[in-house]
């Protein structure tokens, strides 16, 4: 005869549920936030016509006939080494040189020559 086999059933575990506090949510409501926005609205208001009624502004204008002329010179120029008599000399030499065969330089000046 076989023996009978009785398989030992683990000890069951007992659980405790700890009792959790329902928190309690309170919703502002939209009139409350809205009221806060509309008192501090009405404080800015406030200040603003008070500070824009207690400043004195003092505008002196003095209208001159003074004319100024400026007179430029055109001066000799050092670009990348070689020396141009003045920059519209440089523009022009420049101008005709490919843009491949510049240096960096003498393409900034060609691209900022006014």
């Given at each position: 005869?076989?023996?009978?086999?009785?398989?030992?059933?683990?000890a069951?575990?007992?659980?405790?549920?700890?009792?959790?506090?329902?928190?309690?949510?309170?919703?502002e409501t939209?009139?409350?936030?809205s009221?806060?926005?509309?008192?501090?609205?009405?404080?800015?208001?406030?200040?603003?016509?008070?500070?824009?009624?207690?400043?004195?502004?003092?505008?002196?204008?003095?209208?001159?006939?003074?004319?100024?002329?400026?007179?430029?010179?055109?001066?000799?120029?050092?670009?990348?080494?070689?020396?141009?008599?003045?920059?519209?000399?440089?523009?022009?030499?420049?101008?005709?040189?490919?843009?491949?065969?510049?240096?960096?330089?003498?393409?900034?000046?060609?691209?900022?020559?006014?």
């Amino acid at each position: 005869m076989a023996k009978k086999l009785t398989k030992k059933q683990p000890a069951k575990r007992k659980t405790i549920k700890k009792p959790n506090a329902k928190k309690t949510v309170t919703k502002e409501t939209t009139e409350s936030g809205s009221f806060s926005i509309m008192i501090l609205a009405i404080i800015g208001i406030i200040l603003l016509i008070y500070f824009g009624t207690s400043s004195e502004v003092s505008v002196d204008v003095k209208i001159g006939t003074e004319n100024t002329e400026e007179i430029i010179e055109d001066r000799s120029i050092i670009i990348s080494g070689t020396t141009y008599s003045s920059s519209k000399e440089a523009y022009t030499l420049l101008k005709e040189i490919p843009q491949t065969r510049r240096t960096n330089e003498e393409t900034r000046f060609v691209e900022s020559y006014k």
